[in-house]
Protein backbone atom coordinates (compact mmCIF):
# COMPACT_ATOMS: atom_id res chain seq x y z
CA UNK A 1 0.00 0.00 0.00
CA UNK A 2 3.25 2.53 0.68
CA UNK A 3 4.49 1.94 -2.22
CA UNK A 4 1.24 2.88 -4.11
CA UNK A 5 0.75 6.15 -2.50
CA UNK A 6 4.08 7.07 -3.14
CA UNK A 7 3.59 6.26 -6.96
CA UNK A 8 0.44 8.21 -6.40
CA UNK A 9 2.12 11.18 -4.90
CA UNK A 10 4.80 11.16 -7.12
CA UNK A 11 2.15 11.50 -10.50
CA UNK A 12 2.11 15.19 -11.90
CA UNK A 13 -1.65 14.95 -11.53
CA UNK A 14 -1.30 14.62 -8.09
CA UNK A 15 1.08 17.39 -7.34
CA UNK A 16 -1.33 19.44 -9.66
CA UNK A 17 -4.56 18.64 -7.60
CA UNK A 18 -2.51 19.23 -4.19
CA UNK A 19 -1.08 22.85 -5.96
CA UNK A 20 -4.32 23.75 -6.97
CA UNK A 21 -6.47 22.58 -3.22
CA UNK A 22 -3.25 25.19 -2.19
CA UNK A 23 -4.40 27.68 -3.97
CA UNK A 24 -7.74 27.42 -2.45
CA UNK A 25 -6.46 27.63 0.81
CA UNK A 26 -4.05 30.79 -0.05
CA UNK A 27 -7.09 32.62 -1.28
CA UNK A 28 -9.00 32.04 2.42
CA UNK A 29 -5.66 33.00 4.37
CA UNK A 30 -5.76 36.32 1.92
CA UNK A 31 -9.21 36.80 2.09
CA UNK A 32 -8.27 36.74 6.38
CA UNK A 33 -5.73 38.72 5.64
CA UNK A 34 -2.85 36.46 6.79
CA UNK A 35 0.85 37.10 5.71
CA UNK A 36 2.70 33.89 6.05
CA UNK A 37 6.62 35.38 6.60
CA UNK A 38 8.73 34.99 9.42
CA UNK A 39 8.53 36.72 12.84
CA UNK A 40 10.90 39.86 12.45
CA UNK A 41 10.86 39.83 9.24
CA UNK A 42 10.22 42.80 6.93
CA UNK A 43 7.74 41.77 3.32
CA UNK A 44 9.20 43.73 0.50
CA UNK A 45 6.42 45.70 -1.30
CA UNK A 46 4.48 43.81 -3.80
CA UNK A 47 5.72 45.43 -7.66
CA UNK A 48 2.56 47.30 -8.88
CA UNK A 49 0.38 46.24 -11.40
CA UNK A 50 -0.12 42.63 -10.67
CA UNK A 51 -3.91 43.56 -9.15
CA UNK A 52 -4.66 45.07 -11.90
CA UNK A 53 -3.99 42.66 -13.89
CA UNK A 54 -6.10 40.44 -12.22
CA UNK A 55 -8.85 43.26 -12.18
CA UNK A 56 -8.82 43.04 -16.22
CA UNK A 57 -8.76 39.49 -16.38
CA UNK A 58 -11.21 38.75 -13.87
CA UNK A 59 -13.74 41.50 -16.10
CA UNK A 60 -12.66 39.38 -19.55
CA UNK A 61 -13.91 36.18 -17.91
CA UNK A 62 -16.88 37.74 -16.74
CA UNK A 63 -17.82 39.38 -20.37
CA UNK A 64 -16.70 35.83 -21.91
CA UNK A 65 -19.92 34.80 -19.58
CA UNK A 66 -21.70 36.45 -20.65
CA UNK A 67 -21.04 35.96 -24.31
CA UNK A 68 -21.03 32.55 -23.97
CA UNK A 69 -24.33 32.33 -22.54
CA UNK A 70 -25.72 33.82 -25.27
CA UNK A 71 -24.50 31.87 -28.01
CA UNK A 72 -24.59 28.59 -26.28
CA UNK A 73 -27.45 26.62 -27.35
CA UNK A 74 -28.33 23.95 -25.07
CA UNK A 75 -29.17 24.80 -20.99
CA UNK A 76 -26.71 21.88 -20.02
CA UNK A 77 -23.73 23.40 -22.24
CA UNK A 78 -24.46 26.92 -20.89
CA UNK A 79 -24.34 25.25 -17.47
CA UNK A 80 -21.46 23.46 -18.25
CA UNK A 81 -19.30 26.83 -19.41
CA UNK A 82 -20.58 28.72 -16.58
CA UNK A 83 -19.24 26.57 -13.77
CA UNK A 84 -15.71 26.25 -16.00
CA UNK A 85 -15.32 30.63 -16.06
CA UNK A 86 -16.25 30.25 -12.17
CA UNK A 87 -13.84 28.03 -11.79
CA UNK A 88 -11.54 30.18 -13.81
CA UNK A 89 -11.93 32.43 -11.98
CA UNK A 90 -11.40 31.52 -8.07
CA UNK A 91 -8.06 30.00 -9.95
CA UNK A 92 -6.98 33.29 -11.07
CA UNK A 93 -7.98 35.21 -7.61
CA UNK A 94 -5.82 31.55 -6.05
CA UNK A 95 -2.62 32.51 -7.56
CA UNK A 96 -2.65 36.18 -7.30
CA UNK A 97 -3.48 35.49 -3.13
CA UNK A 98 -0.10 32.50 -3.05
CA UNK A 99 1.94 35.55 -3.75
CA UNK A 100 -0.07 38.33 -2.10
CA UNK A 101 0.48 35.87 1.26
CA UNK A 102 4.08 34.64 0.70
CA UNK A 103 6.06 37.72 -0.24
CA UNK A 104 9.39 38.25 -0.24
CA UNK A 105 11.17 39.53 2.87
CA UNK A 106 14.24 40.66 4.51
CA UNK A 107 15.59 39.75 7.92
CA UNK A 108 18.50 40.58 9.97
CA UNK A 109 20.01 37.05 7.87
CA UNK A 110 18.52 36.72 5.19
CA UNK A 111 17.15 38.29 1.77
CA UNK A 112 14.27 35.95 0.76
CA UNK A 113 12.99 36.40 -3.10
CA UNK A 114 9.76 34.26 -3.86
CA UNK A 115 6.70 34.21 -5.87
CA UNK A 116 4.12 32.20 -3.52
CA UNK A 117 5.40 29.02 -2.53
CA UNK A 118 8.50 29.29 -5.01
CA UNK A 119 11.45 30.61 -3.93
CA UNK A 120 14.41 31.81 -6.45
CA UNK A 121 16.82 32.90 -3.90
CA UNK A 122 18.05 33.17 -0.43
CA UNK A 123 20.70 35.54 0.12
CA UNK A 124 22.78 35.27 3.73
CA UNK A 125 23.30 38.73 4.73
CA UNK A 126 26.56 37.94 5.59
CA UNK A 127 27.70 37.28 1.71
CA UNK A 128 26.14 41.09 0.56
CA UNK A 129 29.07 42.94 -0.52
CA UNK A 130 26.56 45.99 -1.38
CA UNK A 131 23.12 46.91 -2.28
CA UNK A 132 22.24 49.85 -4.10
CA UNK A 133 19.56 51.21 -6.23
CA UNK A 134 19.95 50.22 -10.34
CA UNK A 135 17.04 50.42 -12.02
CA UNK A 136 15.89 47.96 -14.81
CA UNK A 137 13.06 47.18 -16.72
CA UNK A 138 13.28 43.38 -17.11
CA UNK A 139 10.08 41.42 -16.49
CA UNK A 140 11.13 38.11 -16.54
CA UNK A 141 12.72 36.15 -14.01
CA UNK A 142 15.81 35.03 -15.14
CA UNK A 143 19.34 34.03 -14.52
CA UNK A 144 22.05 35.41 -17.32
CA UNK A 145 25.69 35.47 -16.85
CA UNK A 146 25.63 34.92 -13.06
CA UNK A 147 23.13 37.16 -12.45
CA UNK A 148 19.74 36.83 -11.31
CA UNK A 149 16.98 39.04 -12.24
CA UNK A 150 13.72 38.91 -10.48
CA UNK A 151 11.64 41.13 -12.53
CA UNK A 152 8.10 41.44 -12.76
CA UNK A 153 5.32 44.66 -14.11
CA UNK A 154 7.36 47.37 -12.27
CA UNK A 155 10.99 45.74 -13.81
CA UNK A 156 13.97 46.08 -10.71
CA UNK A 157 15.31 48.19 -8.69
CA UNK A 158 17.34 46.68 -6.90
CA UNK A 159 20.70 45.13 -6.96
CA UNK A 160 22.63 42.78 -4.56
CA UNK A 161 26.42 42.42 -5.54
CA UNK A 162 27.94 38.78 -3.86
CA UNK A 163 31.13 38.06 -2.08
CA UNK A 164 30.28 34.55 -2.94
CA UNK A 165 28.42 32.71 -5.03
CA UNK A 166 24.55 31.59 -3.89
CA UNK A 167 22.20 29.31 -5.21
CA UNK A 168 19.29 30.63 -7.30
CA UNK A 169 16.59 29.02 -9.56
CA UNK A 170 14.68 30.67 -12.61
CA UNK A 171 11.43 30.72 -12.86
CA UNK A 172 9.39 27.66 -13.14
CA UNK A 173 5.81 26.22 -13.00
CA UNK A 174 5.01 25.27 -8.78
CA UNK A 175 5.04 22.25 -9.01
CA UNK A 176 8.56 22.06 -10.75
CA UNK A 177 11.51 21.12 -9.46
CA UNK A 178 14.07 24.05 -9.69
CA UNK A 179 17.14 24.15 -11.33
CA UNK A 180 19.67 25.84 -9.17
CA UNK A 181 22.95 27.47 -10.66
CA UNK A 182 24.98 29.99 -8.20
CA UNK A 183 24.85 33.61 -9.14
CA UNK A 184 27.26 36.55 -7.51
CA UNK A 185 24.58 38.95 -7.80
CA UNK A 186 20.62 39.43 -7.17
CA UNK A 187 18.01 41.81 -8.90
CA UNK A 188 14.88 42.52 -7.23
CA UNK A 189 11.86 45.13 -6.85
CA UNK A 190 12.91 45.97 -3.62
CA UNK A 191 11.03 49.66 -2.96
CA UNK A 192 10.67 48.75 0.74
CA UNK A 193 13.88 47.14 1.56
CA UNK A 194 15.77 50.53 1.63
Known sequence: MANAWRFVEKHPGFRLAKYEVGLYQDLWRW?????LI????????HPPGRL???GFIT???VIEMVVVHLLLPTRVLRIVALLLSLWAIVFVWGLIAAERIRPS???NELTVLRRGKT????????VVRSKRADR???SAIVISEGELTVGGPAGTDTLLVLSEPVQASPDRYPWQRGSWTEVTR???????SR
Do not use: W
Request: hydrophobic letters at 50%.
Open 119 to 126: VFVEVPMT
Open 59 to 61: SVL
Open 31 to 35: LRGQT
Open 38 to 45: PTGAVALS
Open 105 to 107: YVT
Open 52 to 54: QML
Open 186 to 192: VRFYGAA
Open 136 to 138: TFE
